[in-house]
């Protein structure tokens, strides 16, 4: 592979959660980041971990496959893992990004990685679709939506859910997240995102959300979704939530 010139922020995840699928223009900018703002990998091991529960909770109900949005590096305890007997289907939009995933899920029979623009449902390749997540439309799948609100504005972030909605079967569940204004207190970190990049009060997200109904968990910092022990402490940066689509 090519190595990439620019970086992304899914391989400095990648970076800070311990992994080895990024390049030093990766690290580069991860440590730039880190200058600005402070250590990143505990908030990044918190939001993974919170990836792990919400999936494993998700497959609880009786989901058996997932559809997965801004996927980044499918590795580290990313959904496939999480849920070790689920099939997933990760999607994304960068190529270098979905290039890394199919060489990483090369071989796998649970596990694929296709082009998906979140913000439209019709991107996704069908027959992918179809083999990753055979039950689309039709029975209860889980939809994984990570790393990517900040990325979007309200109208684009409340379209796409109810999108999402509309195309998911009843029973259906969502993991989102977004990021909080904790960001907002480091102004050279936070420029570091771009101009698009949009933080939000958590009282702000419950309308975004529109059909899709949060747990009973509700809306919470990820560290405090459904802990498996005492919370562990890390700046409060995501809130997440997992949201159920009702019947009918
Ligand atoms: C911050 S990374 C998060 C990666 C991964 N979810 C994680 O938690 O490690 C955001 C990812 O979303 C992707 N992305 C940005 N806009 C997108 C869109 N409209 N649809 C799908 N993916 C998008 C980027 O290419 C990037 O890989």
Redesign the pocket.
């Known amino acids: 592979m090519v190595e990439p010139d620019q970086p992304?922020?899914?391989r400095m995840?990648?970076f800070w959660l311990g992994g080895e699928h990024h390049y030093p223009v990766d690290v580069a900018a991860a440590r730039a980041f880190e200058q600005a703002y402070g250590p990143c990998a505990p908030i990044?091991r918190a939001?993974?971990a919170f990836?792990g529960r919400a999936v494993r909770a998700i497959a609880a109900t009786g989901v058996d496959s997932f559809l997965?949005?801004?996927?980044?590096?499918p590795t580290m305890g990313?959904a496939h893992e999480a849920v070790g007997d689920a099939t997933v289907l990760y999607?994304?939009?960068?190529p270098v990004?979905i290039r890394l995933g199919q060489r990483i899920l090369a071989g796998s029979d649970r596990a694929g990685y296709g082009f998906?623009?979140?913000?439209d449902i019709g991107t996704v390749d069908p027959a992918l679709l179809h083999r990753f997540v055979p039950g689309w439309g039709r029975r209860p799948v889980g939809v994984v939506f990570?790393?990517?609100a900040?990325?979007?504005d309200d109208e684009t972030l409340a379209h796409t859910l109810d999108e999402l909605y509309a195309a998911t079967a009843p029973g259906s569940h969502l993991a989102i997240d977004f990021d909080t204004e904790e960001l907002a207190g480091h102004p050279e970190a936070l420029a570091m995102m771009g101009p698009a990049f949009r933080m939000r009060p958590p009282a702000s997200f419950r309308p975004l959300l529109g059909r899709w109904t949060p747990t009973s968990d509700g809306i919470v910092p990820v560290t405090d979704w459904r802990p498996d022990g005492p919370p562990v402490r890390v700046p409060d940066a995501f809130h997440g939530a997992v949201a159920v689509r009702s019947a009918g």
């Open positions: 992304s922020t899914a995840i990648d990044f939001l993974r990836l997965v949005f801004g996927a980044g590096v990313n999607t994304d939009v960068d990004t998906g623009d979140a913000t990570l790393g990517l900040a990325f979007l």
